[in-house]
């Protein structure tokens, strides 16, 4: 069973010796607090809180899964506790204003604690993380009344929230919401209809549940541009604080899932249940997107996540198991075999997974601080400040979603791979990741949605190319700087050189082609967003290997030259066997839809 | 949930228009009663019995899974009746001798027949399916009393058999192997030890099972050379052939497993257990390895199982299913919405589904054929024949079973894109696909295993890459013929001599490096297999594309044009779109072994 240890060195390495968070943090209106000795402190109480307390409930509540009966949730054993250790311990009001209670920090130590809570137990953190884009939602469009009514509980977790967007036929075409909003004439609104896939929609960890909801008004135009967002507490809110009647919104049922099974998906009916509008009215799904961005990345956190414990957990079963003989010669003589982590191939896994874990977590690391200056926009009432940011991770954003999951799919599997036969068995805990790191492609919009995004709307729409342009020149400039740096430096410079300029010019083969014909969007984005993944974490791993190799050479990393040596070889292992990858991509996303648009509808048969 | 429709359409293509099974079976030595009537009944009768039998019982199976106490084991709802209508139907002596009580048939129809059964219900499948090891082991290497004492039950159905191999210790690495057979004296043995993994070790469907185990003679050499083999019948055999006292080997417990929960996997505790010598002592890895090419072979058919299953599943679904509009414009114009289907990235999932499933149905076609005249020249006495089919097909052995299973778990994670979060849940069975699947890359060796055995031994060892040499010049031989062709035809064939001459050229690189460097063959092979796999499935693809054209150019495809024309066109896709992949395999089978052996062990850290 993976017992999850927090990866803090390689935190701290991001941190302070890549992306030098101490000197972002100075500049941040909201930074002040975050000195290293603060940022240190809440890493390793979150470490522990994550190794302790959420890690040895994660494999059981995957066994028992979650109770329904009557309308009512029941977690698993240990989750009420752990959770109630968790708002004891302060930990979701992190990154929320102190006038609510919070702690006032950048949002980026809120991205690092859900990653370490994430790996620890992804459904155990699922509860905590749907009031984000609740607390979010009302900070940034509720009144001064809705603020100080709900925000005090949630920031201190008391209570939780919820975002209710899907409905049984829609889920990303969100034009097709049913869900009826009728005004009451005070001010309040009766919400009538059906919200399935909610997570965290009902449970037992909390005395209330606040949830967003999309709903129509009486005359709302058609489509996206009719619906509009509601407050629906569970119970309502007495004029002292305190909770009171029930709202007649009742869980119908909870889904039987794949994997996060300790994670109570919720079918909501809302049968005349009231709710106060929050943002204007025919304006929820735009206010619904501002934050849009950060919960795709919290989101993007769980392909780390699970590639991470999947490490975790085929490393010491590597070093431990012993089948075989390596090829070149024996290497355990004096025992029966050779442990599996001398086979080339074991190896190749075990690579792979660390190289998705910390190329992806330094992608992260890197998009949490233009979240922390999104975020800062806001705070300061500088929309222009808060667009440029927000258009800026806006272009990270369905690459890490939809690049990371899918790694991180593919990492967790590689897990089993390296357990063989007992990969498959319940009792090892490797397959409940891969069943966990499942859902990552699916919600908060597929990777097909994501490759849309990117590719249809970010690339083509909104910037003709631009965010492209400047990106892989971003890439260019970092890596001529060591272009002409002899051994594996100098090589991943140069190949990541070529590989930009190769970016660039099939960017825009893509954006000629599409101009005449639509449908190579849809039919290129899949490609374009995995090559566009394979490219940029190349980037980042050459950053990685870049500053490790300095920290080698002016001595000041000889404590643990070890690690650093150890990034320079993931580094150069991605390159070598990771990164051709992006060459099948590119072949077929230059393809043009020819292939995929020529069969008939009716063609496609079975038997 | 999938309801499956047996694919009897593309079968009689492979069979007639692109196999000529009816030539083939002319000419074998146990094909005379397999006459096109008779192959059609069969492949009907079969049909019928998937779609009305095993597949309404595949999801409650999955749901119930398997019951354990008291070392019984009982089967879900529903899986009694339907082996018993198995059984009376005469399907597992189908490719058995009539002289036990078989039907006397080619190999090749038992490989069909398991096919659809095995997509209708996997689970199901196991239990007969593990019988057939049992079978050809016995008869091949039991005596007369032998065979004359367990193939007609077995045949029959009657009883059921295992292959007991794994243990706690060991599973790839079989010189491991602890358990002992101590001679009683009077030609008996007793087995003493743990065996695990045990499918279908344990269950209600039949009166008795026979397993066949590997166990040392007190006396035996150590590792691979000191493995005899024996029959350890559940319950003894009384001279009438009635079933007769217990023999102690008793299931311990049953695994709890990601999937195929149906089919019951056991700990076996031998505890002096009688035992009988079959094959020659401490032979008895070699008496394994006679059939561990078919039975690999039948493991493959789970990849393309898989693959069509969950492609039966995803396509109503993609049909009926309404989401946004295709980005060329409106489809369904009366409609809130475009059906799935007609977005390009939701036509490239269910494309590459029916490409994985169909191109891999005519790679395991065409390798039946093979095992046929291999069981021709066992048939015939002739170890001659026997050694030169069984050489040929364990050169597609290993791609078949790493390759196909690797991409049909792929298309299974598919189809449950193609739902998006429905896809997670249970009710819909697509999430019981990917588990089911999942299990193909790790049981009857892993991909690793697959890919040091296409490289290791075959390629190298074995025919010092004459296998490459054969095939790629095969693959030439059948493209030039058609390269100067207009059209897609032309375009492939021309593609697959481009990929024939880098497949070549590529092994004889990766054989000089590691004739210096051990290590290069098991850091390069999982890459090998997989590009070998690409390419080995265009050619599948070519040759089923120059069928329908020729059947589209002259006419005799009139009837069903639609058929042939989707045929092209899939071809058409899997050229454009996946066969690119091999390119990000080329460059990692190609990269030297440094960057996956660079790593000290102890560098491998967490946390």
């Not at 198991?321 to 982590?341: E, F, N, P």
Request: some cysteine.
């Amino acid at each position: 069973m993976p017992q999850y240890k927090a990866p803090l060195r390689d935190v701290k390495f991001l941190l302070n010796e890549v992306f030098d968070y101490p000197g972002h943090y100075a500049q941040l209106s909201n930074g002040g607090e975050a000195t290293p000795d603060m940022v240190d402190a809440i890493l390793e109480g979150c470490a522990t809180f994550c190794e302790e307390i959420l890690s040895p409930i994660n494999h059981s509540g995957d066994l028992e899964g979650c109770h329904f009966e009557n309308g009512n949730v029941t977690t698993p054993k240990g989750f009420k506790e752990a959770y109630a250790e968790y708002v004891a311990g302060g930990w979701q009001g992190l990154s929320h204003p102190t006038e609510y209670g919070g702690q006032g920090l950048p949002m980026s130590l809120n991205l690092m604690k859900a990653e370490m809570m994430g790996t620890a137990n992804w459904s155990f953190t699922m509860y905590p993380g749907l009031s984000l884009g609740c607390m979010n939602t009302v900070m940034q469009y509720g009144n001064e009344a809705q603020k100080n009514t709900y925000l005090p509980k949630l920031v201190s977790g008391e209570w939780t929230g919820t975002m209710c967007l899907t409905e049984p036929q829609c889920g990303t075409d969100l034009g097709q919401v049913k869900t009826k909003a009728e005004p009451v004439g005070d001010g309040s609104y009766k919400i009538s209809g059906t919200k399935i896939f909610i997570s965290a929609g009902e449970h037992d960890l909390a005395e209330n549940i606040i949830h967003i909801v999309l709903a129509r008004l009486p005359d709302a135009p058609k489509g996206t541009r009719g619906i509009s967002l509601f407050i629906v507490p569970k119970f309502m809110v007495n004029a002292d604080g305190s909770v009171g009647e029930r709202n007649p919104v009742v869980c119908g049922s909870i889904e039987h899932k794949m994997g996060i099974r300790a994670s109570a998906t919720a079918v909501l009916n809302f049968d005349e249940a009231i709710g106060y509008m929050i943002a204007e009215p025919n304006k929820g799904l735009e206010a619904m997107f501002t934050f849009m961005n950060t919960a795709r990345i919290g989101t993007a956190v769980q392909g780390i996540a699970h590639a991470e414990l999947s490490y975790q957990g085929a490393l010491p079963y590597a070093k431990e198991r012993r089948s075989m003989r390596a090829l070149s010669g024996k290497k355990d003589a004096d025992q029966v075999a050779d442990a599996l982590i001398w086979h080339a191939d074991v190896r190749r896994m075990l690579l792979t997974q660390k190289a998705v874990a910390e190329g992806g977590r330094s992608m992260i690391y890197h998009a949490a601080k233009l979240a922390d200056n999104m975020v800062n926009g806001i705070l300061e009432g500088n929309q222009a400040k808060y667009e440029d940011y927000d258009n800026r991770l806006g272009f990270y954003t369905p690459i890490l979603k939809g690049f990371l999951t899918e790694m991180g799919l593919e990492s967790a599997n590689i897990g089993m791979q390296v357990f063989g036969g007992h990969g498959y068995i319940k009792e090892h805990g490797m397959e409940q990741i891969a069943r966990d790191a499942r859902i990552s492609t699916l919600y908060e919009g597929t990777t097909g949605i994501q490759a849309l995004d990117l590719l249809g709307r970010k690339v083509l729409l909104q910037t003709r190319g631009k965010c492209i342009k400047e990106f892989t020149n971003e890439m260019i400039g970092f890596a001529k700087g060591h272009a002409f740096s002899g051994g594996p430096i100098g090589a991943m410079a140069r190949a990541l050189i070529r590989r930009s300029l190769q970016w660039k010019w099939a960017t825009l083969r893509i954006m000629l082609r599409a101009a005449k014909d639509r449908d190579t969007v849809s039919s290129s984005c899949h490609d374009f967003l995995m090559y566009s993944g394979f490219v940029m974490m190349a980037y980042f791993w050459l950053q990685q290997a870049v500053v490790a190799s300095e920290k080698l050479a002016d001595k000041s990393g000889k404590e643990t030259p070890e690690f650093y040596k150890s990034k320079i070889q993931t580094a150069e292992f991605y390159f070598d066997r990771l990164l051709p990858r992006a060459d099948g991509h590119r072949t077929g996303m230059l393809a043009t839809s020819a292939t995929t648009m020529a069969m008939d509808n009716e063609h496609f048969v079975m038997g």
